[in-house]
Structure formats: C-alpha cells, structure tokens
C-alpha cells in the first residue's frame, strides 16, 4: 500500500510539472498583456508585471485605422460558426451513407474522401481562387464558407466509425415502426451521434477561428478582415509593433474558444467512455 501511495505521488507530481511546462506559455501570453508595452521583452524572464496596466486593452479594442476589434470578433464569429453548421451537418449526413446504405464501389468513393484529406492545402489553393473569382465571389465570405457544406474528409471518418459503431437492431426496429431512412437517421442515428457532433463541432469552430490564409487571400475590405488577420495588422500596421495590443486581443480571442470547449466538454467525455465500451 504505501508503495502504491509513493508512486501515486510521484506520477501525480510528474503531471503537475508537465501542466505547469504546457500552460506557462499562455500565463506569460496573459500576463504580458497587462505590462507596458516597453517591459514586454525587456523583462521577458519575469512572470508577473512591475507594473500592471489595462492600457493594452484599451489600444486593443480601438482597433486599426479606426475599425474596433469587435468588427474582427464578429466577422471571426460569423465565419466560425456557419462554417461549423456546415461542415457538422453534411458530414453527419456523408457519414449516414457510408455507414449504413449499400451502394456500389462504396469502398472506391470512400477511399477517394480519404485521399482529399491527405492532399495539402496549398495544390487546391490556386484552381480554387480561380474557380471563386469566376463566380464573382472574392471580397465575401463565401468562398470560405460554402465549401464547408460539402463535407469535410476527418470528421466523415471520425463519424463514420461512430455510425459503425451503432448497432443495426435499432435501424430494423425503426423501420418496423414505419421508419425510412431519413427516418432512421434523424430519430436514431443522429441523436446517438452527439458526442461524435460535438468533437467535430469544436474542431470546426476553432480551425476557422485560427484560419488566416484563406481569410487573406478572400477578403480584401478591411472591415471583412477576421481576427487572425488583425492580430497581424498589430505587426504591420506602423513602423513599430505594438506587441501589448496583439497580446491582450489574443487573451481576447481565446474566450471563444474556451467557451466553446467547455460547452461540449460534456458531450466529449461522453464520447470517449462510449468509444471504450465499444
């Protein structure tokens, strides 16, 4: 027993270092934010400011060339969030298909969703800027957006695992009850995939919060900019960085996403224990 207690303590102790090690670079993000903007790299080494000040904030929250930070907050939150509808409902929807309708060459067409995944981002970029400005779409957030609702390839796979996971006697009682399969998806299946919907959910959310290429190369009217891009404009806009304010507006923009974290955290812990019975 008190082997097992020392070694509790040991493993316990090895945790909390690595903890501390992983989230120091975030206590110094947020603590820096409340230094001058002077003292920010002149006294790196020190945790804690001499001197506390909001004036970061303050800076930060004015924006650039008179555009507030709540514009950015806002076009960020637009984008992240019907983005996120899209990419979750047509993925579910993909997923449905693979998992449970027979249709022919099913591995063929699944294996090509898995190749989409592998390709870099960059070999697509240039047909898809090509393909947007003959629709007339540049300068909007639609190319970002839209091609959201046409599946995205890791969480097709990640959900349809998931959907394999569920086991088919409830698909025979629905259909026994009248169901189609419409009707099985929306009154078994979908209901059963909440934990795989959330994870996809907070992967969505937060890949188009920190998306800036796309975002650049989209959207040329500064008040369209997104908060990934004016974080750069912090760097960019003078001849001398203001440091304190990217740092305070990136404390800000990690609200979001926390917020987002811990309001499926539920559903994610829920998944994972499924997973394991499973």
Do not use: H
């Not at 540049?138 to 046409?150: A, E, G, M, Q, T």
């Not at 698909?171 to 009154?187: L, P, S, T």
């Amino acid at each position: 027993m008190r082997k097992e207690k020392k070694q509790n303590w040991l493993f316990d102790i090895v945790v909390l270092i690595v903890a501390i090690l992983m989230l120091y670079p975030i206590f110094w993000l947020l603590f820096s934010s409340f230094k001058p903007n002077s003292d920010i790299f002149s006294t790196a080494t020190q945790l804690f400011p001499k001197k506390w000040t909001l004036a970061n904030y303050t800076k930060g929250f004015q924006g650039i060339a008179g555009i507030p930070f709540v514009t950015y907050i806002f076009n960020s939150l637009k984008i992240a969030v019907i983005s996120m509808i899209g990419a979750v409902c047509s993925s579910a929807v993909i997923s449905y298909g693979f998992g449970r309708i027979p249709f022919k060459r099913k591995g063929f067409w699944f294996a090509c969703v898995l190749v989409t995944m592998m390709l870099p981002q960059e070999i697509i970029m240039v047909p898809q800027y090509l393909w947007f400005n003959k629709l007339g779409w540049l300068n909007s957030i639609r190319p970002i957006v839209v091609p959201s609702y046409f599946g995205q390839a890791f969480f097709i796979f990640m959900m349809i695992q998931f959907v394999k996971g569920i086991p088919t006697d409830l698909d025979e009682a629905a259909k026994m009850d009248g169901c189609g399969r419409v009707g099985i998806f929306f009154r078994v299946i979908l209901p059963l995939m909440k934990p795989s919907l959330a994870n996809s959910a907070i992967f969505a959310f937060y890949w188009k919060w920190e998306e800036l290429i796309g975002p650049m190369l989209y959207l040329t009217n500064p008040k369209n900019y997104t908060v990934s891009i004016a974080l750069k404009q912090f760097l960019d806009s003078s001849s001398s960085s203001n440091w304190g304010a990217m740092f305070s507006m990136s404390v800000i923009s990690l609200l979001p996403v926390l917020i987002i974290f811990f309001m499926f955290q539920k559903y994610i812990v829920e998944g994972i224990s499924t997973t394991g019975l499973k």
